[in-house]
């Protein structure tokens, strides 16, 4: 039988402290320490790849027979904006990192 986690509101303050093994699913194996997530990384990293995706987008654009490569290119871009946003609202909320 498997005990059910119980679902309630955070605070601002529990954000504020951090939330150990966010989305971890091997949070605690072998004795691990909990860990916090690094948004301003993330946001740094995205930031970075919606620039090269979409310059490079625009070059394979300019060139012959590379539009399937531009598609692709302006695709990782929205799921890259789509992240940025995401952890943006994360921080916003509180959340250390």
């Known amino acids: 039988m498997t005990a059910r986690r119980q679902h309630r509101t955070l605070t601002r303050e529990e954000y504020a402290r951090g939330l ?4 971890d ?3 605690g194996w072998a004795g691990a320490a909990p860990m ?3 948004l301003t990384l993330r946001l740094w990293v995205s930031g ?3 620039l090269f995706c979409v310059a490079t987008g625009i ?5 012959d027979g590379w539009l399937w490569f531009a598609l ?3 695709a990782v871009a929205l799921g890259l904006l789509v ?6 609202h994360r921080k916003r909320r509180g959340e250390p990192g």
């Open 83 to 88: 992240n940025t946003g995401w952890v943006a």
């Open 59 to 63: 070059v394979a654009l300019r060139m």
């Open 25 to 27: 699913p091997t949070a």
């Open 20 to 23: 150990p093994d966010y989305h």
């Open 36 to 38: 916090y997530s690094a």
């Open 72 to 74: 692709a290119l302006f």
């Open 48 to 50: 970075i790849g919606i």
